[in-house]
């Protein structure tokens, strides 16, 4: 777990870093540091995307993960629970608290480096992808928090539930993650992660957490290849 911690820690000063550049720039630099902020959400996303290799569950993902999403209304819970957040520990925020949280913890957990990392520290004791991880996380919590503002330092509550889960779990679901699953879910995860990018450019808005449930569906997808080939 210390090595989560880290990555959560490293999350949280690279967030306070960027509020600080943030502080008086001028609404012409503040455009800039969104447009690098959608560049490298696209850039990243674009990479993660590659790494599918089954079109076919991928587009049933997206679109089944996406429906089920809309009905439960998934990114409204969020919504909710990050304003909750931000009441309880940051009133005085400004602007769009709760789409910071969100588009940071999918970015920060979506990629193969936060299961990989996870099950190497949880069941090995090696904690290095982790730590590399958290230093790329750290300065993309610059480029977010400039952009989206105290959100994206509440990511790192994410980072603990999720990596902190699968670090804990790592004995008993490692074997189930297979290099197929891992590209597939950092293909989906990619996904996501394009859409925030597009969002961040002003291109086209999405409900990026209504196809959360995308990466429960590529799961099952992927487990049930064998039997159905044409996936």
Known sequence: MIATFINAVAVVLGSFIGLLLRKGIREDYRSVVFTAAGL???????????????????????MGGGLLGTVFDVEGGIERFGERLKQRFARNAEGAFAAGFLNASVLFCSGAMAIVGSFKAGTEGDYSLILTKSV?????????????????????????????????????V???????????????????????????????????????????FTVLLVLAMPFFPFL
């Open 136 to 172: 790329l996380d750290g300065f993309v919590s610059i480029i977010f928090a400039g952009a989206m503002g105290i959100g994206v330092a509440f990511s790192a509550l994410s980072i603990l539930l999720y990596q902190g889960t699968l670090t804990l779990l790592s004995n008993f």
């Open 40 to 62: 490298t959400s696209l850039t990243v996303g674009i990479q993660m995307a590659l790494k599918t290799s089954h079109i076919l569950a991928f587009a049933l993902a997206l």
């Open 174 to 216: 490692k074997p189930y993650v297979t290099d197929l699953m891992l590209a597939e879910l950092t293909g989906i995860g990619g996904a996501l992660v394009i859409m925030i990018g597009l969002g961040l450019l002003n291109i086209r808005s999405f409900k990026t957490g209504n196809f959360l449930p995308a990466l429960v």
